[in-house]
């Protein structure tokens, strides 16, 4: 196609320039996929800080199943947590996460408002 030179040029940069992150986003998307790993950051977002025990109650999920969902998403970035003696608090850490919470519909709550 004439023309198409440039243009795939220019693709073709874009791409390598993506590369080195790919696996990262891949991850996250993986993580995302997950209908009880997203319950567990709407939850999250709604209540930050809340323990494994809220967490695991407010989605329905068993407590190890929570934990091992919650690790995953820790693993690539998209939730923190926060020693608060023997409890571990979880946060959203990735503000992108944060907004596709937002597109996604997630709301406020009096724990998280409005921003």
Same mark, same amino acid.
């Given at each position: 196609m004439a023309g198409s030179g440039p243009l795939e040029a220019v693709? /073709?940069?874009?791409?390598?320039a993506a590369r080195p992150v790919m696996? /990262? !986003?891949?991850? /996250?998307?993986? !993580?995302?996929?997950?209908p009880r790993r997203l319950e567990l950051l709407v939850a999250i977002h709604a209540a930050p800080g809340a323990p494994v025990k809220s967490l695991a109650a407010a989605t329905g999920l068993a407590p190890n199943t929570t934990t091992q969902?919650?690790?995953v998403l820790r693993a690539c970035g998209l939730v923190d947590r926060v020693r608060d003696g023997r409890l571990s608090r979880w946060h959203l850490a990735d503000d992108t996460a944060h907004e596709l919470l937002h597109q996604l519909g997630a709301g406020h709550s009096p724990l998280h408002p409005e921003h």
């Open positions: 693709a /073709r940069e874009a791409v390598a696996p /990262r !986003a891949l991850a /996250r998307f993986a !993580a995302l996929s997950d969902a919650l690790a």
